[in-house]
DNA sequence: CTTCATGCAAAAGATTTGCAAGTTC
DNA sequence: GAACTTGCAAATCTTTTGCATGAAG
């Protein structure tokens, strides 16, 4: 998977006359092996813990060249980046999230993304992704919060 | 309208022994002139335009108090406020968003709710809010997209 | 007159860019 | 070896914060 997408980058790159280098090549598997949407800092800090060392910058500079290769989508807003997601390969998921504790728990649940696919097409937009989180209390939280309840 | 809404905030301010100042009021005006989603330079540009030189830093800081106050409503993608809207006027909605030009389409559709407690209730949770917009590409942006497509 | 608000400037965080040194082809 | 990349540091931009001064209750 991932070797297969660093191919798929070096073909972008040297129809373009540009580098196949060590550092992208550790970018392009950061990516890949990330799930759901991210931003930069969470990918730098995962850069970070397989111990690369490839400065911000120079992140800042190859994230436009994944995306114009095909290999992650950007979800823009307003003109600036709010985050990126690998545009094929893993499952899609959303969260629910527990605004106490923290806690992420994944969900998946078909009937959001045909419903999804229904509103777009009513106005006639071309859903390109989504951000969906669901934030709650969890059950750990809610007993906690009413130790005695009846 | 706009007396009214400085009179809420007005209650909210003293029920904090905090203070409802001319600034405080110029923003609380600007906010309600407003129509649909608004970010801060947005803001910031109208107040100056109507001669208000209230600093940046002011309205930074003045802006969690609208929201507390219930005057506001901020969309938070990412952890981070993507834009705010007046929160009332208006009935509960998601939003559309084209990621090319910008253009924000509110919806709603009972249907997402529904199911959204429902996700909730399975693992538990007690659903307390969300996020959730769609973002795809309008239908101008898909015209001048493909120009001459069959 | 006490407490809070404001503006300014400095600080902090995020992203971009120029440049010299190191790599890839 | 030529052209492209990288890291660093400096430059921007956006948002936050400390502090002295000014206003509200």
Chains 1, 2 share one sequence.
Do not use: W
């Amino acid at each position: 998977m991932t070797t297969q997408s660093f191919e798929k980058f070096t073909a972008f790159l040297h129809g373009k006359s540009l580098r196949a280098t060590t550092v992208r090549e550790s970018i392009v598997k950061a990516v890949m092996a990330r799930k759901g949407h991210f931003n930069m800092d969470e990918l730098v800090r995962d850069l970070r813990a397989q111990g690369v060392e490839a400065s911000r910058a120079t992140v800042y500079r190859v994230m436009p060249l994944l995306v114009k290769a095909g290999i992650v989508q950007p979800t823009v807003v307003s003109g600036k980046i709010h985050h990126y997601e690998t545009a094929f390969g893993h499952k899609h998921h959303d969260h629910l999230i527990c605004g106490e504790c923290g806690k992420v728990v994944e969900f998946h649940f078909e009937a959001f993304e045909i419903l999804q696919r229904e509103v777009a097409a009513k106005h006639g937009f071309e859903l390109t992704s989504h951000y969906h989180e669901l934030i709650g209390v969890c059950p750990d939280c809610r007993a906690r919060r009413r130790p005695r309840e009846s």
